[in-house]
C-alpha cells in the first residue's frame, strides 16, 4: 500500500491549496481517511477526516478554512486550504483516521511564509 501526498509548496498568509492523496494497492472508497500535519518539533495531528459516506470533522485549528473531500473513483483524497496562516506550516500526510494505519508516504510540505 503506498500513500502519496501532493500539492504542497510556498504560499502567502492568506493564499489557499489544494492538496491530493492517492492511493495505491488499497481500495480507500470504505475507510475512514485523514489528512494529518506535523510542524517541526511537534506531534503529528489529525486535522480533517472523512468518513466513507462523506461525513467531515476538522480539528478547531482550521474549521471554516479547510475542507476535506475524496473522489472514490478516483481512489484520492483532498484536502482544500484556504485563508493559510503562518502556524499551518507542517509536512502535511493522509492516513486512515485510525485505529489502524496504512504505512505513512512522505507526505507534502507546505509552507506559508511572506
Known amino acids: 500500500v503506498q500513500l502519496q501526498a501532493s500539492g504542497g509548496g510556498l504560499v502567502q498568509p492568506g493564499g489557499s491549496l489544494r492538496l491530493s492523496c492517492a492511493a495505491s494497492g488499497a481500495n480507500l472508497s470504505l475507510l475512514r481517511m485523514g489528512w494529518y500535519r506535523q510542524a517541526p518539533g511537534k506531534q503529528r495531528d489529525l486535522v480533517a477526516d472523512?468518513?466513507?459516506?462523506?461525513?467531515?470533522h476538522y480539528a478547531d485549528s482550521v474549521k471554516g478554512r479547510f475542507t476535506i473531500s475524496r473522489d472514490n473513483a478516483k481512489n484520492t483524497v483532498y484536502l482544500q486550504m484556504n485563508s493559510l496562516k503562518p502556524e499551518d506550516t507542517a509536512v502535511y500526510y493522509c492516513?486512515?483516521?485510525?485505529?489502524?494505519?496504512?504505512?505513512w508516504g512522505q507526505g507534502t510540505l507546505v509552507t506559508v511564509s511572506s
Open positions: 472523512i468518513s466513507g459516506g462523506r461525513a467531515t
Open positions: 492516513n486512515r483516521a485510525g485505529p489502524t494505519f496504512l504505512n
